[in-house]
């Protein structure tokens, strides 16, 4: 056994396996147990893979990190680290140890940690941040970007609403024919076929995002006169259970006026698609 897999020696505690919906300390954590089997992989190896993981909610939290008992994981190649830099990178409260992930040349840093929570003692969360490992799998398919919440749902609907969307005084699209994508805590999205665009009035830029539910955003548009300001995406190639949206546009109503039946939507702080 590694020096470091000797320090994590701890068996899961018994409280971990079950639903936790109740106030720690302060603040509030939450986590319960999962059936998916979940493995994550540097090049063709797993370093994680288990059928028994834990989704763990971190306070004010709205997406979980998976936990995996010490078992599930390579602890063999992880060595001790320092925290990440980035504070996107990082869990919202102190870690109790970080660590670095060694394969054969390749030193990962900060690629797994240990939560300060004395009954998540025996779990390891292994970064989802893209970039870190090469993928991720649940059984047989690909997620990313961050794990998917079994509480999150996401519709894409086809609908007649009227939508409109201005730029100040200028038209950029006026449709009959959306599609509206509702996800849970989340605005409404308002995906439009690119013939009811004025396509004359945007300008395509380098931009990408991933969500784990619709997949790859690889088309991004702003207006020639403000192409620092990122105002519309399309997801040419959706994940199959979203594919109504595939080869439409949106515009984030954070940026523009969009009414829909003639009625404003309330703009909210803008994020990624």
Same mark, same amino acid.
């Given at each position: 056994?590694?020096?470091?897999?000797?320090?994590?020696?701890?068996?899961? /505690? $018994?409280?971990? /396996?079950?639903?936790? /919906?109740?106030?720690?300390? *302060?603040?509030? #954590?939450?986590?319960?147990?999962?059936? /998916?089997?979940?493995?994550?992989?540097?090049?063709?190896?797993?370093?994680?893979?288990? !059928?028994?993981?834990?989704?763990?909610?971190?306070?004010?939290?709205?997406?979980?990190?998976?936990?995996?008992?010490?078992?599930?994981? !390579?602890?063999?190649?992880?060595?001790?680290? $320092?925290?990440? *830099?980035?504070?996107?990178?990082?869990?919202?409260?102190?870690?109790?140890? #970080?660590?670095?992930?060694?394969?054969?040349?390749?030193?990962?840093?900060?690629?797994?940690?240990?939560?300060?929570?004395?009954?998540?003692?025996?779990?390891?969360?292994?970064?989802?941040?893209?970039?870190?490992?090469?993928? #991720?799998?649940?059984?047989?398919?690909?997620?990313?970007?961050?794990?998917?919440?079994?509480?999150?749902?996401?519709? &894409?609907?086809?609908?007649?609403?009227?939508?409109?969307?201005?730029?100040?005084?200028?038209?950029?699209?006026?449709? !009959?024919?959306?599609?509206?994508? %509702?996800?849970?805590?989340?605005? *409404?999205?308002? %995906?439009?076929?690119?013939?009811?665009?004025?396509?004359?009035?945007?300008?395509?830029?380098?931009? #990408?995002?991933?969500?784990?539910?619709?997949?790859? &955003?690889?088309?991004?548009?702003?207006?020639?006169?403000?192409?620092?300001?990122?105002?519309?995406?399309? %997801?040419?190639?959706?994940?199959?259970?979203?594919?109504?949206? &595939?080869?439409?546009?949106?515009?984030?109503?954070?940026?523009?006026?969009?009414?829909?039946?003639?009625?404003?939507?309330?703009? !909210?702080?803008?994020?990624?698609?």
């Amino acid at each position: 056994m590694s020096e470091t897999a000797a320090t994590l020696a701890v068996e899961p /505690r $018994e409280s971990a /396996r079950l639903v936790r /919906r109740v106030p720690l300390t *302060a603040p509030t #954590w939450r986590w319960e147990p999962s059936e /998916r089997w979940l493995r994550g992989w540097v090049g063709e190896l797993a370093v994680v893979d288990s !059928r028994r993981p834990i989704l763990v909610w971190e306070p004010d939290a709205k997406v979980p990190e998976y936990g995996f008992p010490l078992a599930d994981v !390579r602890t063999d190649l992880l060595v001790p680290g $320092e925290p990440p *830099a980035a504070a996107y990178y990082r869990p919202r409260l102190p870690a109790r140890r #970080w660590f670095d992930l060694v394969v054969g040349e390749r030193r990962i840093p900060s690629a797994a940690w240990t939560w300060d929570v004395d009954e998540l003692d025996g779990f390891l969360a292994v970064t989802w941040f893209p970039g870190v490992l090469d993928r #991720w799998t649940e059984e047989e398919d690909r997620v990313f970007a961050h794990p998917r919440d079994p509480r999150n749902r996401v519709d &894409a609907l086809s609908s007649t609403r009227h939508v409109v969307v201005r730029d100040g005084n200028r038209v950029l699209a006026d449709s !009959r024919h959306p599609v509206i994508v %509702y996800e849970t805590g989340l605005p *409404a999205r308002y %995906y439009l076929p690119a013939e009811d665009v004025d396509l004359s009035a945007l300008t395509e830029i380098d931009g #990408w995002s991933k969500c784990p539910y619709k997949g790859e &955003a690889s088309r991004y548009w702003a207006t020639a006169d403000r192409p620092d300001r990122e105002i519309a995406w399309s %997801y040419p190639a959706p994940l199959p259970v979203i594919a109504p949206i &595939a080869g439409r546009i949106a515009f984030y109503s954070e940026r523009l006026d969009i009414t829909v039946d003639g009625v404003a939507v309330a703009g !909210r702080r803008a994020g990624r698609p």
